[in-house]
């Protein structure tokens, strides 16, 4: 059938394990995500956030279990992206940065400009498009990154810890563009360290420990009430052991 491709959602981990050689990263994690507010994946440094974002993606297959993406194991990453924390950007403007998504999303050349234009609008970067992207700064290569994303039209948008480097402005911003992203009905699947912006942004907390998913709960439900001793320990700030 010709048109759009099937939905992305909702995406489901079955009993998925990662190994890399006798390292155990991912541990039996289940999950089961769904059109609506962002979901945000929390947890201490090498709990496993990365890893768990890359097999969502289709990035990583996992060793044990499956994946499904709308209910199919083998769906090509049409209608997800993928925000990386540093972004790697061409050696060409920011707007041709956007033209070599465009192109490879099959948007016909002469849309390109118009697309580019309000994309760069989109991300408060409106006057940048003739700029050299690797020139840009850290924040605005960041907002760059999210327009090269967002070009895809994406049904599923994945983003680790795309704030970790930012200055507040400009995190702010972008979680406000992530705020409107998700208002646009895309589902944003996020890590972050910072607690703050996870209360700011989550409409559910998947809390991550060694691998394992210890808490899966509405955000509200997570920060008032963590149902777990690792879960009240970290969202008091506390080492977890
Ligand atoms: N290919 C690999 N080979 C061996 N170990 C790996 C590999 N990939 C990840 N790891 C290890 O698995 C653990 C989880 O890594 P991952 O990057 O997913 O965690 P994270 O929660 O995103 O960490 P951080 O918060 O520090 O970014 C870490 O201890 C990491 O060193």
Redesign the pocket.
């Known amino acids: 059938m010709a048109g759009r491709p099937p939905s992305d959602l909702p995406l489901a981990l079955h009993d998925v394990s990662y190994r ?2 006798e ?1 155990i ?1 991912l541990d039996g994690v289940s999950l089961h995500l769904t059109t609506g507010a962002p979901t945000i994946i929390i ?10 974002l890359r097999v969502a993606m289709g990035l990583l297959q996992p060793t044990i279990g499956r994946v499904t993406w709308g209910g199919r194991e083998n769906s090509p990453p049409i209608r997800r992206a993928f925000v990386f924390q540093r972004p790697v950007m061409l050696r060409r403007s920011a707007a041709a940065n956007i033209h070599y998504v465009l192109k490879s999303a099959g948007v016909p050349r002469r849309r390109w400009t118009e697309e580019t234009k309000r994309l760069l609008d989109m991300v408060g970067l409106p006057n940048l498009g003739a700029r050299p992207a690797r020139k840009l700064s850290g924040g605005e290569q960041q907002r760059l990154a999210l327009a090269r994303a967002l070009a895809r039209d994406p049904e599923i948008l994945f983003l ?2 795309p704030t970790a480097a930012l200055d507040p402005i400009s995190t702010q911003s972008i979680e406000e563009i992530l705020q409107s992203a998700a208002a646009r009905n895309i589902k944003i699947v996020m ?1 972050t ?1 910072d607690l703050h912006e996870a209360r700011r942004l989550a409409g559910d907390i998947v809390f ?1 420990n060694r ?1 394992r998913v210890i808490e899966n709960a509405p955000s509200a439900t997570f920060f008032t009430s963590p149902a777990t001793e690792d879960g009240r320990r970290f969202t008091r700030g506390e080492l977890l052991t």
């Open positions: 890399a050689g390292t990263i947890g201490p440094n090498g709990s496993g956030k990365t890893t768990l680790d810890e890590s360290h991550m691998g």
